[in-house]
């Protein structure tokens, strides 16, 4: 039997069978959302089992350690563990086999596995998992690279973090692009009573990636989210966070990029279950040449949550040409005790002729967009855990380079 607690004791081929009928996007999440993306591009990929015992393609392998530092590196069905500073943390990598048999019980705590195809592809598809257990604080950034992918295949990957009680925990993760294949990498983070998170993700776009963070907060945990994305061929990025305990927080912190014919579908959403729980979201984009950049930030402070605080903020800037940029944010209140509910959404168009100016001042473009950025992009690093601005900066930096 597959997953039984999780699946209501349906065969892997009754799995199989709903993937088929499921669509990727259910048409009551965001009509917007769903009229600008693209989902077709993820159907050109498929996994077969032969995959895993191919050479997985990563990209600049031999120089990946130098180029990256990291304690953990998860290169697709395998994992490396590089520091010995980290007696606070125990990691347990688990195979597909073991995974597919229900074995690992804490994986898939997921609230709805048939809300997209791209889940039920993720759990059908998985080619191996991470289970970290944080026991200890630590005041060290625990840095977790993820990377690799099979050609012209699919890629599954899963990482269930759990953060004991009262423990405080800083982790970064660095998503490397997939090449010539797709990648979908969920993690699912518990946080239980009191605990405390800072968590950083940068993201690269490739041919394909599909990526998902889970975050259950128990009673009078909080965590502070971070994201970086750089789009790529398609590049979604959902981050959900469930405040189940009371006096449970989040804040997060969100900043995409597209360029070129790239484009970024960027989800925040949070969901307020108990009493006395907060969540704020602040989401930033910026789309130019021929992208798209499609952002949504939604809040849902549902009946029991008396007293709670919703806040969502989306904005962006298109620098025209044929680029898109949609914001799209939406809070849900149900209890009818609200203490603030707020949502906003701008979207400014820079003015083509302010670039034009710059260019002909000896700038090339990306220095030129750099220039006229500069304020915004500084405006969201300013409030990013300070553990974390130097990393962030150099990785915008290095995207105006490339």
């Known amino acids: 039997m597959f997953i039984r607690s999780l699946s209501k004791n349906l065969s892997l081929e009754d799995l199989r069978g709903l993937e088929r009928r499921i ?52 290169l697709g069905s395998k994992v490396e563990i590089l520091s010995n500073k980290n007696s606070h943390i125990d990691v347990r990598y688990y195979p597909r086999k073991e995974i597919l048999e229900g074995s690992v019980r804490e994986f898939f705590n997921i609230p709805d596995l048939f809300e997209s ?93 599909y990526n998902r963070n889970y975050l259950s907060l128990d009673k009078g945990s909080s965590v502070r989210f971070f994201t970086i994305i750089f789009g790529g061929e398609a590049s979604t990025l959902i981050n959900s966070y469930y405040l189940n305990g009371e006096r449970s927080s989040v804040f997060s912190r969100s900043f995409t990029l597209s360029r070129e014919d790239e484009w970024i579908h960027n989800a925040e959403q949070a969901f307020l279950e108990n009493i006395d729980t907060e969540s704020r979201i602040f989401m930033r984009g910026v789309a130019y040449d021929d992208s798209k950049n499609i952002m949504r930030g939604y809040a849902k402070q549902n009946r029991d949550a008396r007293r709670s605080k919703a806040s969502v903020d989306v904005q962006g800037i298109n620098l025209g040409g044929r680029s898109l940029l949609v914001t799209a944010p939406f809070i849900e209140v149900l209890s009818g005790d ?55 900066r150099e990785y915008l930096a290095n995207s105006f380079a490339s």
């Open 117 to 209: 195809k791209m889940i039920l592809r993720h759990l059908l598809d998985i080619s191996s998992g991470l289970y970290i257990d944080i026991k200890d604080s630590s005041k060290d950034l625990l840095k977790i690279y993820v990377g690799g992918s099979f050609k012209s295949s699919h890629l599954s990957q899963h990482i269930y973090i759990r953060i004991r009680d009262s423990v405080k925990s800083k982790i970064l993760f660095i998503v490397d692009a997939p090449e010539d294949g797709m990648r979908t990498l969920f993690n699912e983070f518990n946080l239980e009573n009191n605990a405390e998170a800072t968590i950083g993700f940068v993201m690269f776009g490739g041919s394909a990636s």
């Open 338 to 392: 609200v203490d603030e509910a707020s949502h906003s959404a701008s979207q400014y168009t820079l003015d083509l002729d302010a670039e034009f100016y710059l260019r002909s001042r000896g700038l090339d473009k990306d220095n030129a967009i750099k220039i006229l950025l500069k304020d915004y992009v500084e405006d969201y690093i300013s409030g990013v855990d300070e553990d974390l601005q130097k990393v962030f």
């Open 23 to 74: 669509p990727y996007q259910k048409i009551h999440d965001s009509p917007t959302l769903k009229f600008y993306t693209n989902w077709s591009i993820y159907d050109r990929y498929i996994f077969s089992e032969d995959d895993l015992y191919k050479d997985l393609y990563v990209k600049s392998l031999g120089d990946l350690y130098e180029r990256v530092a990291a304690d953990i590196y998860y």
